[in-house]
Structures are given as structure tokens and as C-alpha cells.
């Protein structure tokens, strides 16, 4: 399902415009990225928590050359599904 898609059902499961669907939804994300950017954690009880996972430095290796570098720390947004959600999928 691409966005398009997902605010066609949204809009029909709601009752609403699809520009209004399309306006939460877009509502909906950027609250989270801003929420993940501020480094904070968003956590819908049945459905998942989106939260920022943090990564070390690292050691890896150039997969053209073979050659030993080195990874920097970085941030990366995470989604950890809720009980619930894992339960409907399957079931």
C-alpha cells in the first residue's frame, strides 16, 4: 500500500474528504518526526512505539574494495510493534 492508498482507506474508514484523511495523516507523520527528531519516543498501546535507536561507531568494510573503515555513531528512527498488532498478524 503507498501513501495514496493508505489515504483512500483511511478516508473511507473515517468518513472523511480524502483531503481531509490527507491532512491527518500528514499531521500524523510529522508529529512523529518531530517527536523522533527531539529524541522522544510516540507509543500507541496496542499498536507499536516509534522511538530513536541510538548506534555506536563501528568497524566495517568497503564492499568494492574489501578495505577496513571506520561506521560513525549515528541515530535511526525504530519501531517496535505492540502485542496486540503482532497478535492480528498472526492470527
Do not use: C, H, Y
Given at each position: 500500500m503507498n501513501k495514496t492508498e493508505l489515504i483512500a482507506a483511511v478516508a473511507e474508514k473515517a468518513e472523511l474528504s480524502k483531503k481531509d484523511a490527507e491532512k491527518a495523516i500528514k499531521a500524523f507523520t510529522d508529529v512523529?518526526?518531530?517527536e523522533l527528531v527531539n529524541?522522544?519516543?510516540i507509543q500507541?498501546?496496542?499498536f507499536g512505539t516509534f522511538e530513536v535507536a541510538e548506534r555506536?561507531?563501528?568497524e566495517g568494510r568497503n564492499p568494492k574494495t574489501g578495505e577496513t573503515m571506520m561506521i560513525s555513531a549515528s541515530?535511526?528512527?525504530k519501531f517496535k510493534a505492540g502485542k496486540a498488532l503482532k497478535d492480528m498478524v498472526n492470527a
Amino acid at each position: 500500500m503507498n501513501k495514496t492508498e493508505l489515504i483512500a482507506a483511511v478516508a473511507e474508514k473515517a468518513e472523511l474528504s480524502k483531503k481531509d484523511a490527507e491532512k491527518a495523516i500528514k499531521a500524523f507523520t510529522d508529529v512523529v518526526s518531530e517527536e523522533l527528531v527531539n529524541g522522544g519516543k510516540i507509543q500507541l498501546v496496542g499498536f507499536g512505539t516509534f522511538e530513536v535507536a541510538e548506534r555506536g561507531e563501528r568497524e566495517g568494510r568497503n564492499p568494492k574494495t574489501g578495505e577496513t573503515m571506520m561506521i560513525s555513531a549515528s541515530r535511526t528512527p525504530k519501531f517496535k510493534a505492540g502485542k496486540a498488532l503482532k497478535d492480528m498478524v498472526n492470527a
